[in-house]
């Protein structure tokens, strides 16, 4: 079974910066989209940020609008690890934090995941 575990979050206000880990195990990140989706109380889950190796040492990422040039989604295959870092952030990116995987970005989109962490709570004061 393959398990994905989060770490990284916390609180910190509004302007600062987080940097969150997902760590792999089961699977290797080689042929795998890996990413992140967040969830506020009582708000649908959303689309955060993936990425995917799509030949030898090269990835191809995505980052929703709402993040773009703040939030960078990156990995460590040599860790099985993918991580989300997060600058600049808002009250509004206040939510659980999870980690996700999937056959492609695309699937991911459309919330096609394969397997979920557990999540790890993000909290942005004001």
């Known amino acids: 079974q393959v398990q994905l575990t989060e770490s990284g979050g916390g609180l910190v206000q509004a302007g600062g910066s987080l940097r969150l880990s997902c760590a792999a195990s089961?699977?290797?990140?080689?042929?795998?989209?890996m990413g992140w989706f967040r969830q506020a109380p009582g708000k649908e889950r959303e689309f955060v940020a993936a990425?995917?190796?799509?030949?030898?040492?090269?990835?191809?990422?995505e980052h929703t609008d709402s993040v773009k040039g703040r939030f960078t989604i990156s990995r460590d295959n040599a860790e099985n690890t993918v991580y989300l870092q997060m600058n600049s952030l808002k009250p509004e990116d206040t939510a659980v934090y999870y980690c996700?995987?999937?056959?492609?970005?695309?699937?991911?989109?459309?919330?096609?995941?394969?397997?979920w962490g557990q999540g790890t709570q993000v909290t942005v004061s004001s």
């Open positions: 996700a995987a999937g056959a492609g970005i695309a699937a991911m989109r459309r919330k096609a995941v394969d397997y």
């Open positions: 089961g699977r290797t990140f080689s042929s795998t989209a």
């Open positions: 990425t995917i190796v799509v030949r030898y040492n090269v990835e191809y990422k």
